[in-house]
């Protein structure tokens, strides 16, 4: 392994090529396989095991992406969620299994292997960035080419995230989305370029925002600021709430059960967090008189139940 550490340790993989040319033989790289301490992820292509499996789903995309993208060169540029992953977007419901990169040498469009060529016009100047050394497709652009290989869903939870993150402003991707209409699989994408909204704050709200829609629930106020006037003579905002539709006196909370893992402040516990949450949704209910409700994941996979559920809240008729 002493041969293959520098690559492996300044990129994460090395090639068998460079393999050979550092003294190792074929023999040896099959015995590292065996042994547990290289994982060949592609043809000719190892990483050190344990960090393979360090890797969620997205960073193994990401390497995979690495090593496609030092084999071809300038011949491409990464680009749909390959792209959208190097720009630092949220990505949910896309396979990333397989690297998509677009032809910029004439090369035919095809699949190949871990590979999606596509064919397409590409503006040097205006349609590529640099990140960390490999030439993608800008955010804006990629946001839509997300959308044109997977479904609306997906595309809102890449466009938000891309409006969230400051990389573009809603009209930046109206726009972008103009110069893409015409391309294969643009027209589904409409609405969702319309409900596009960098208030949304996380891939749940996304989702949730997408599912309600569809089921004719009226769109909510995003990031809901709840203000006690009688107890803070600031009146600054005692809470930001994720989903709101006041004239019907509902709140929505997101996914919060997840969250108080990655924000706890020093010294405190899961079950503090648990606790504030809980007097938070209580002076939430007391300033405000709204019902509060909680969405998580596990509901997003009962869609149906999860619908009647807010149309109750919101004092809706079932849908017909």
Known sequence: MDAVDAPLAQRGFVTRAEALARGMTDKQLGAEVRAGNLTRFRQGTYASTQQWRSLDAQGRHLLRLSAVMASLGDAVRASHVSSALMNGLDVWGVDLSRVHVTRVDGGAGRHEGDVVHHVGQVDEAADVVVVD??????????????????????????????????????????????????????????????????????????????????????????????????????????????????????????DGL??????????????????????????????????????????????????????????????A
């Open 258 to 319: 997840v969250k108080y893992g990655r924000l706890l402040r020093p010294g405190q516990t899961p079950s503090d967090a648990v606790i504030a949450e809980k007097l938070r949704e209580d002076g939430i209910r007391e300033c405000t008189g709204f019902q509060v409700i909680r969405v998580t994941w596990a509901d997003l996979e009962h869609p149906s139940a999860l619908v009647a559920r807010v149309r109750r809240a919101l004092g809706l008729t079932a849908a």
């Open 133 to 254: 050394g490999m030439g993608c497709t800008a955010p804006t652009r990629a946001a839509v080419e997300v959308g044109l290989i997977s479904t609306p869903e997906s595309f809102l939870v890449t466009a938000d995230s891309l409006l969230r993150k400051g990389l573009a402003t809603h009209s930046q991707l109206a726009r972008r989305y103009g110069d893409m209409e015409c391309w294969p699989e643009s027209q589904k994408l409409q609405l969702a370029v319309r409900m596009a909204d960098g208030a949304a704050g996380s891939v749940g709200e996304s989702r949730l925002r997408w599912l309600l829609w569809g089921h004719g629930i009226p769109a909510p106020v995003l990031q809901y600021e709840v203000r006690r006037p009688g107890v803070d003579p600031t009146c600054r905002p005692f809470a930001t709430c994720d989903l709101a539709w006041p004239e019907l006196g509902l709140i929505i909370e997101f």
